[in-house]
């Protein structure tokens, strides 16, 4: 914890100060760009691939970047797409996986979960997309698979982001956008998911 102790200190110390009228302006509330849904992996910095500031992002982060079904029942997720869709308003959200994901690794092997009953329980909310890629790719290579298995995961996610009734509402208004990405740890790159193509595509494919 010593390095993040020094963090701090230096945060207060020395970057503070050098962004105070930021923090100061950001201070009165927010208005972020975009709701950004990715992995809780210690390896995606979301400020770093996009290159945002404080303010910009309203994040979200769990174990496989899921969006569970809506239902009645309120938890986390839910209730934060509807703070972002109802009282931030963003125009865009970003679902993003990631290359190396453990939480795919756990979908694709089961047996690395064995006696992590919540883990199980969450990941089942990826399991169409495991269904799909048996279909779909059940006699290619582990690394094919596993990257196949990523891209399924955030289609499927997006798929569980329209059943929630504040994101349905925002898209029908023409006033939200969304948007599926997948980041390489190795190479940092990222592809975006193209709609009409049903594909991922590269990055300036995407967006130009």
Known sequence: MAKFFDGVRDFQDRVFPDQKALFESLADGQHPDALFVTCSDSRIETAMLTQSKPG????CR??????PPHKRHTGGITATLEYAMKALAVPHIVICGHTGCGAMEGVM?????????HVQEWLGFARKAKQELERTHADSSDETRMQRLTELNVELQLSHLRSHPSVSARLKSGDLTLHGWVYDISTGRVTAYDEDK???VGFDEKYG
């Open 56 to 59: 910009d992002l309203f994040v």
């Open 62 to 67: 769990n174990a496989g970047n899921i969006i």
């Open 109 to 117: 092997h089961p047996e690395l979960i064995d006696g992590m009953s």
């Open 198 to 200: 049903h594909a991922f």
